[in-house]
């Protein structure tokens, strides 16, 4: 398979070879807002095989200040379906699957099952935890992410790592991100990390981020990689 011309800036970090394997591979990304468009668009551009989003909520006006597709026009619509409409227009190339559901216990087996690395975007703790528990499953790494105001935090959990659960051994508690709020900012940092961390776990190639994690204090100009 000859690339394409849209795949030349990648060749200083992606090999041929590496960008044809890309190709090949299947990424899920759990959640299609704040982090979750910027991560769709970034395994877009690169050029990954195939996408499956899974997304069961509408683009709201609140949405409107930080959210990569939210716009004006869109508002009332499938997150999950204009996400994929969009991404047909960046690379037609990328096979993109949408589901217009909420991931939960029943579903989530049969819908990440077919997943290389699995993304959380979601925005509450139980559902991290029950991603965890479905990856570990499937013998899927998982790359979590998550924001709330001037922070973030990002991590890899391969199976049997349990790395969320260290992080979170209260499933109870509310996520920061209904406390602290979300600005435009934030969800593109973590979001680039995610689809960076994702690229190394489908290459397997440079520093994977497991059984530690990188904090970010945008605020106070903070970035501090902490063993978990």
Not at 164 to 173: F, V
Request: net charge negative; charged share 25%.
């Amino acid at each position: 398979m000859e690339l394409n011309e849209r795949y030349l800036r990648n060749k200083s970090l992606i090999s041929d070879e590496e960008q044809k394997l890309l190709k090949e591979k299947t990424v899920a990304v759990i959640g299609a807002g704040g982090l979750g468009g910027y991560i769709c668009e970034g395994l877009t551009r690169l050029g990954i095989g195939r996408l499956i989003i899974i997304d069961g909520d509408v683009f709201e006006e609140s949405n409107l200040n930080r959210q990569r597709f939210a716009s004006e026009s869109k508002l009332g619509q499938s997150k999950a379906k204009v996400v994929k409409e969009e991404l047909k227009d960046i690379n037609s190339e990328v096979i993109v699957g949408a589901f217009e559901v909420r991931i939960n216990e029943q579903n989530a087996m049969d819908l990440l099952k077919d997943a290389d690395v699995v993304i959380d975007a979601v925005d509450n703790i139980p559902s991290r935890i029950m991603l965890q528990k479905v990856c570990e499953k499937l013998e899927v790494p998982l790359v979590h992410g998550a924001i709330g105001g001037w922070y973030g935090q990002v991590t890899v959990v391969y199976p049997g790592d349990n790395t969320l659960s260290r992080l979170y051994p209260d499933e109870s508690i509310i996520g920061v991100e209904k406390t602290l709020g979300n600005p435009s900012f934030t969800p593109m940092l973590i979001a680039s990390y995610e689809v960076a961390q994702g690229l190394k776990v489908l290459l397997n190639k440079g520093e994977i981020l497991r059984n530690k994690m990188i904090y970010f204090d945008l605020l106070n100009d903070q970035i501090v990689q902490l063993e978990i």
